[in-house]
């Protein structure tokens, strides 16, 4: 109690340096405590949204060392999973699994009465076990949702706002749009489908905002996902060519630039130019269990990553990779994660030179007390009562202040709650997931003060309790 | 008059000499020579065999039927192999191309400045040619390619419905041959370097029966054509229709 007594009659003495180092501490932990919070609901609220809406828990896809991306956009679509039906069979009897659905993505230019008018992000999905799985999460505004076997495609409402905007055609379920993607395997596709609803996600922006749902055998088509499929990978490439190799001495094309050509004086046969067309037909067959993801829903107590490890365990080949959400949601995950790290290091960075502030204040204190520690050795005051006295100076201070800035953080957090964060621009609404962020206070971030708060303290002692340690009676007499 | 005065007196003539040689020349002639001897005044078909390589995608051959009728500025186009894409065509009529796919039945609108089938070329190299109207020589050089002497000219774009905004030529002293053509972004990038390192005479005509692009912005990915069946017979007016295309893949 005495020491107590001693502490807070010290920091009394030095009101200014008290107020000016715990303001510093309340400011940093204030900070800490909203950053963290902010933070935490805005990685919080975007996994929610990713999972229920988009990605579900866990994602199974083909393995490819290429770039690619789940929403659309930067990157391409994996391979399709090679073992789709043992994976299937696999999540059936796996424990943990509540839900799975297949999954195509790929990309189209969407053309009516000879215009472009649009392109879309077309995902390619089975509509009964998609519903089942992400029930009422793409909230029709027109027309129905696709049914199982049925073509027909369901526009996501941006696209089609955008097509009414900038050409003045207005798109309604029943009518017909010519879909156009192009890939390597049978090159550029056209399919007809008919407009069956319009739709949107709940708080979606940029890239999420532009996501249509398409039969599947109209993406397998335009993605080219046939039964016979074109290995181009492993080819060797070939050696760069110089211009020498042109128009050198020794052009690999000979000494002369032009050569007299004997033109073909036969009739050309045009109608049958292209010979029997019916062999293309065995080619462009399509893969009917060409899926690129499974998109996995977890029962409550199973963790993602004890399911994703069992299934990475379970024996089905190595022709397919388990993601997390975050990988589904690519790169705006990373960026929310990104900018969490970016203020720990702040945060950090702060606590460093709150440290240095409050060990040079009191060195100071200590110096300015060297006969008051003198003549309290002198009349018998053990080394450890000197230290106990300044570390409980120190961790007055620190815990006083550092719970001043808790309750300062709260009452911001809480005051955010209520008006709302808004996002200013089309980057923080994808951040934000919307509008506005109404954050919630994290209570690990409240823990973390703490502890920050109580290392600040104990470390900050450190060097002033040596110095108070060194102080000998002599030497205090001396000095007087 | 001194040794230097010589000198001097004999470089500035050397200079106005080559000068004079690059002042002398009728660059937009030539152009629109290549361009005449480019175009054919009669029908013209033939077959382009397309090679691409690619370090990302891997490589990738087509066997095109080309026909041109450059009188109306048509063109079409008709894959014949691989067989996965038999009977896809662009067809060029009046002002617009059109892509067609023979599993659907559908034409769609494409662009001449698209990449052909990913190509490092584009639908505009299939049609005539018309360097002297679309584009205006804003400098002249001389230079040497391999072992050919050639002028460099660098042209800029007159309209904008040509792929490139800018274009660097190289075209033989002798002959005024089009070897090489450096093509531009507007912002001046480096897009592709296409070579024409062979030609074929066919009646008052020179085509070059070797195309070579290659991709300025992707290491090492370029694609060749090798042009051969050339055919100047006369086309019925019906090969450059729509209906001809979906006759054909039946």
């Not at chain 1, 299934?311 to 705006?332: C, H, P, Q, T």
């Not at chain 1, 202040?401 to 911001?412: E, K, N, S, Y």
């Not at chain 1, 290392?455 to 060194?470: C, E, F, K, R």
């Not at chain 2, 000499?17 to 020349?25: D, E, K, M, R």
Request: glycine share 8%; with cysteine; proline share 3%.
């Amino acid at each position: 109690m005495i020491l107590l007594t001693i502490a807070f009659r010290n920091l009394r003495e030095h009101k200014v340096k008290t107020l000016i180092i715990g303001s510093l501490i309340a400011i940093g932990i204030a900070f800490l405590v909203v950053g963290n919070s902010v933070m935490e609901s805005v990685t919080d609220g975007m996994r929610q949204s990713y999972v229920s809406n988009f990605t579900g828990e866990l994602i199974i896809r083909g393995a490819t060392e290429e770039e690619i991306s789940f929403i659309g956009g930067f990157g391409g679509a994996p391979p399709p999973l090679e073992n789709y039906t043992r994976i299937t069979e696999y999540l059936d009897r796996e424990p943990g699994i509540a839900a799975y659905t297949p999954m195509l993505t790929g990309t189209a230019s969407i053309n009516k009465d000879d215009q472009t008018l649009s392109f879309a992000l077309l995902w390619g999905i089975q509509p009964s076990s998609y519903r089942a799985m992400f029930e009422g999460r793409f909230e029709l505004v027109e027309g129905e949702y696709l049914k199982d076997g049925e073509e027909g495609i369901m526009l996501s409402k941006a696209t089609i706002d955008e097509i009414s905007e900038e050409y003045g055609v207005a798109l309604e379920p029943g009518d017909t749009i010519l879909l156009s993607g192009r890939n390597n395997i049978t090159g550029t596709k056209i399919r007809e489908v008919t407009l069956r609803g319009v739709g949107t996600f709940a708080n979606s922006v940029g890239l999420l905002d532009r996501i249509s749902f398409v039969d599947v055998t109209t993406l397998r088509s335009l993605t080219g996902l046939t039964s016979v499929q074109i290995d181009r990978s492993g080819q060797t490439e070939a050696a760069p060519i110089s211009e020498d190799d042109l128009f050198g001495d020794s052009s690999m094309f000979g000494d002369a630039l032009v050569r007299e050509t004997e033109t073909n004086a036969e009739t050309l046969d045009l109608e049958n130019i292209l010979g029997d067309v019916s062999v293309r037909e065995q080619f462009l067959s399509l893969d009917n269990n060409a899926w690129n993801y499974l998109l996995l829903e977890l029962e409550d107590g199973f963790s993602e990553a004890s399911v994703q490890r069992s299934i990475e365990r379970g024996g089905l080949g190595d022709g397919f990779s388990v993601e997390n959400w975050r990988w589904g949601a690519g790169f705006i995950a990373n960026l929310a994660f990104g900018v969490r790290n970016i203020l720990n290091i702040v945060i950090l960075v702060i606590a460093v030179v709150a440290v240095i502030i409050i060990m040079n204040t009191l060195v100071i204190s200590v110096t300015e007390r060297f006969a008051e520690i003198g003549t309290i050795r002198a009349i018998g005051g053990q080394k450890f009562f000197v230290r106990r006295m300044i570390t409980a100076e120190v961790l007055m201070i620190t815990i006083v202040f550092g719970v001043i800035g808790m309750a300062l953080g709260c009452a911001i957090i809480a005051v955010l709650n209520v008006a709302g964060l808004p996002a200013s621009g089309l980057f923080m609404q994808i951040l934000f997931g919307g509008p506005e962020l109404k954050p919630l206070l994290s209570v690990g971030s409240l823990f973390s003060s703490i502890v920050i708060v109580a290392v600040i303290g104990v470390v900050a002692s450190l060097y002033p309790v040596s110095v108070a340690l060194g102080i000998t009676p002599v030497q205090a007499m001396q000095r007087q | 008059m001194n040794v230097y005065s010589i000198v001097r007196t004999l470089s500035i003539v050397s200079v106005l000499s080559g000068l004079g040689t690059v002042f002398a020349q009728d660059f937009v002639e030539m152009l629109r020579t290549i361009d005449q001897r480019s175009n054919f005044a009669a029908d013209f078909a033939a077959t382009f065999t397309m090679e691409r390589i690619d370090p990302e995608a891997g490589e990738d051959n087509r066997t095109v039927q080309v026909f041109r009728r450059d009188e109306d500025d048509a063109f079409l186009l008709l894959i014949q192999k691989p067989e996965t894409q038999l009977g896809q065509g662009y067809l060029r009529i009046e002002d617009g191309l059109w892509f067609y796919d023979p599993e659907s039945r559908q034409f769609t609108f494409t662009s001449l400045s698209e990449a052909f089938e990913g190509s490092d070329a584009r639908n505009d190299d299939f049609g005539r040619s018309s360097l002297a109207d679309d584009y205006q020589i804003v400098e002249t050089r001389e230079g040497t390619l391999g072992r050919f002497e050639v002028w460099i000219i660098e042209l800029e774009a007159l309209n904008d419905e040509v792929p490139y905004p800018f274009k660097t030529l190289s075209i033989t002293k002798e002959g005024a041959l089009l070897l090489k053509s450096e093509d531009y972004s507007l912002t001046k990038r480096l897009l592709r370097t296409s070579f024409f390192p062979s030609y074929a005479r066919v009646g008052d005509n020179l085509i070059a029966d070797q195309r070579i692009f290659v991709d300025a912005l992707v290491e090492n990915k370029r694609t060749s054509f090798t042009i051969s069946n050339i055919s100047t017979t006369d086309l019925p007016d019906s090969v450059f229709t729509k209906a001809y295309v979906e006759r054909v893949n039946r």
